[in-house]
Antibody, heavy 120, light 107 residues
Framework: QVQLVESGGGVVQPGGSLRLSCAASGFIFSTYGMHWVRQAPGKGLEWVTF????????YYADSVRGRFTISRDNSKNTLYLQMNSLRAEDTAVYYCANGEGGDYVAFDIWGQGTMVTVSS | DIQMTQSPSSLSASVGDRVTITCRAS??????LAWFQQKPGKAPKSLIY???SLQSGVPSKFSGSRSGTDFTLTISSLQPEDFATYYCQQYNSYPLTFGGGTKVEIK
């Protein structure tokens, strides 16, 4: 079945780094744009970043630009989020989500999320 | 950035009630509007895209509409499984932005 499974979350100290992964299955990964969305504890949803199906275009929220990097490996059906210079305010559940086709398409499937806690 | 103003932030309703949630965009977004449902401790689920199109497998009790920059999600007859938080989102331009959410609770 169509599925996205995130991994790589954990506890990290402020200023530290973490890399999240999102493994895709059940659909043609290389034809889908991919997003990361996060949700701080008890808060709403915040879009973080997007990568086009072929990796040729990327967008970032101002809150993470210059610190986070999105990438993908279509041969492994996997999406990544490299998070550097982490801050307490980056503490959240991180979800990946897909959207078929171009840059301006609706989300389709969401993963179950992975928790990132930034704390000393 | 496009601001999405969702109202109400919470509501109490009974099983069988008709429920309406509104989302207003700070500028024109055409029909690039989606609705999501999120239950406690779970990932969001996509309900509606392009303002009024149901995602595959979503029951027809959910419907969406647009009037200019105002968008509405309607649940025709609330059922126990519909108690959740609902979010709107614009995907007309980056950064993508979400409304603040509407928590639908049992009266």
């Amino acid at each position: 079945q169509v599925q996205l499974v995130e991994s790589g979350g954990g506890v990290v100290q402020p200023g530290g780094s973490l890399r999240l992964s999102c493994a895709a299955s059940g659909f043609i990964f290389s034809t889908y744009g991919m997003h990361w969305v996060r949700q701080a504890p008890g808060k709403g949803l915040e879009w973080v970043t997007f990568i086009r199906y072929d990796g040729s275009s990327k967008y970032y929220a101002d809150s993470v630009r210059g610190r986070f990097t999105i990438s993908r490996d279509n041969s492994k059906n996997t999406l990544y989020l490299q998070m550097n210079s982490l801050r307490a305010e980056d503490t959240a559940v991180y979800y990946c989500a897909n959207g078929e086709g171009g840059d301006y398409v609706a989300f389709d499937i969401w993963g179950q999320g992975t928790m990132v806690t930034v704390s000393s | 950035d496009i601001q999405m103003t969702q109202s109400p932030s919470s509501l109490s309703a009974s099983v069988g009630d008709r429920v309406t949630i509104t989302c207003r965009a700070s500028q024109g977004i055409s029909n690039y509007l989606a609705w999501f449902q999120q239950k406690p401790g779970k990932a969001p689920k996509s309900l509606i895209y392009a303002a009024s199109s149901l995602q595959s497998g979503v029951p027809s009790k959910f419907s969406g509409s647009r009037s200019g920059t105002d968008f509405t999600l309607t649940i025709s007859s609330l059922q126990p499984e519909d108690f959740a938080t609902y979010y709107c989102q614009q995907y007309n331009s980056y950064p993508l932005t979400f409304g603040g959410g509407t928590k639908v609770e049992i009266k």
